[in-house]
């Protein structure tokens, strides 16, 4: 059933006009008056609701009951990652929705080819979390995982919770993530960019409490390690069982 997300509240019996977004998208897909989709808000919950009226520009439908569906990672994964050129960062994002990310936090490292400020920045990052909540939509998460403003690697290290488990993806003084006990209270993943790290940037990561760690002797292009990382931690200590 097609899911859409609204910022507004939503409850059971109540009529709703949808946003012209949805509309758009509702007549792409060809759908009809009293046929279903699923509305979510992000606060944890899914709303079934049907169409009582659409038209080619306009409609509402019912909501008609609010259900609680839990598929949220018990393992919380904070992903700082640097920011990528052309459509690489884009599918970063994507994927690592749907692979349960929790949070993500995109920075400006010394050899990032990618350079953002001010309003382009803002701009940058309304959109990446315009991807990440279609990849909500799509993967039937029903809490939104925030992009955060992007702001640079040092700051980043700067703000760097005492009680989660911090990683850094490199190959030097590494260890492998099965050596790796992660805190309850989650873990923060660093990965950086396509033309890796600074040798200052890996010291400054390892004097804010940051372990290296590595998925093995080939190098991975930055895409691809965050994803094989992460579905490599659900496997381990998430629920990808």
């Excluded at 006009?17 to 060809?30: Q, S, T």
């Excluded at 995982?145 to 030097?172: D, F, G």
Aim: charged fraction near 25%.
């Amino acid at each position: 059933m097609p899911r859409f997300y609204l910022t507004e509240s939503l409850s059971a019996g109540q009529l709703i006009e949808l946003p012209d977004n949805i509309v758009r998208h509702l007549n792409v897909l060809r759908l009809k008056h009293e046929e279903g989709i699923v509305l979510f808000n992000g606060n944890g919950h899914a709303y079934p609701t049907r169409l009582i009226d659409l038209e080619k520009r306009r409609a509402r439908a019912e909501v008609l009951c609010e259900e609680r569906v839990n598929n949220e990672s018990p393992l919380h994964i904070t992903l700082i990652q640097s920011v990528s050129s052309g459509e690489r960062m884009d599918f970063t994002l994507q994927k690592s929705v749907e692979l349960g990310v929790g949070e993500i936090q995109p920075v400006i490292s010394e050899r990032t080819t990618v350079r953002l400020q001010g309003e382009r920045a803002g701009k940058k990052v309304e959109r990446w979390q315009e991807i990440v909540i279609s990849a909500c939509e799509q993967s039937g998460r029903n809490i939104v995982p925030k992009v955060l403003p992007l702001i640079s690697y040092r700051q980043a290290l700067q703000h760097m919770p005492s009680e989660k488990t911090k990683l850094l993806l490199n190959l030097n003084r590494a260890k492998k993530l099965n050596q790796i006990q992660p805190s309850s209270d989650g873990l923060i993943f660093i990965v950086g960019p396509e033309g890796g790290w600074s040798a200052a940037e890996e010291e400054q990561a390892f004097a804010a409490g940051f372990q290296s760690v590595t998925l093995g002797p080939r190098v991975l292009r930055t895409e691809t390690a965050s994803l094989a990382a992460m579905a490599a931690m659900q496997t381990l200590w998430g629920d990808f069982v």
